[in-house]
């Protein structure tokens, strides 16, 4: 069915189900994942110029390295599963462009994504990504609500109250 699927991470433990997610369809669907991960783009208010090339510097290295580590999550899934993987760190300052764009450069059939990344004032601030593609995306996008490591056996967190006497 689906022979390219495009999983976007932010490092997050609902992206990490993504992937999980991602990885098992893959393997039973005989199709290849590229991992992507966006970099946002550096913004700063500074006083003066030099206080801006100094961060600058240290802020992308520190996001180059969030992106390899985060990319390196889906390499290790994807190789686990003997399933074949890119990854790609881009920088955009708005998420779900570049994972639509990459999608489209790369010619994913599926877009598995997280229902979300950020939380409180942050998400309400910027908005949903998963939101934006799913509104963007000319692609079918799938979207993982909860984590997939929990198996049939294990139950929801409202069944695990006791019983009223």
């Excluded at 069915?1 to 893959?26: C, N, R, W, Y």
């Excluded at 039973?28 to 030099?50: C, D, M, N, R, W």
């Excluded at 450069?105 to 997280?114: E, G, H, K, P, T």
């Excluded at 942050?122 to 984590?147: C, D, F, M």
Aim: glycine share 6%; with cysteine.
């Amino acid at each position: 069915m689906f022979k390219h699927l495009l999983v976007p991470t932010d490092g997050s433990a609902l992206s990490e189900a993504a992937i999980q997610m991602t990885v098992t369809l893959a393997m039973e669907s005989g199709a290849k994942v590229t991992g992507l991960h966006v970099i946002p783009e550096f913004h700063v208010l500074a006083y003066g110029t030099e206080m801006i090339a100094d961060t600058e510097e240290r802020v992308v290295q520190a996001t180059r390295q969030h992106a390899d580590d985060y990319l390196a999550v889906i390499a290790k899934a994807a190789a686990q599963a003997g399933v074949e993987c890119d990854t790609v760190a881009t920088n955009r300052a708005h998420p779900y462009e570049a994972i639509i764009s990459v999608a489209a450069q790369r010619n994913c059939d599926l877009i598995v994504m997280a229902s979300h990344g950020r939380s409180g004032m942050r998400a309400l601030l910027l908005g949903s990504e998963t939101q934006k593609v799913l509104t963007h995306s000319q692609i079918p996008v799938l979207v993982v609500r909860q984590s997939t490591q929990a198996g049939p056996s294990s139950t929801p967190a409202t069944a695990s109250r006791p019983s009223p006497p």
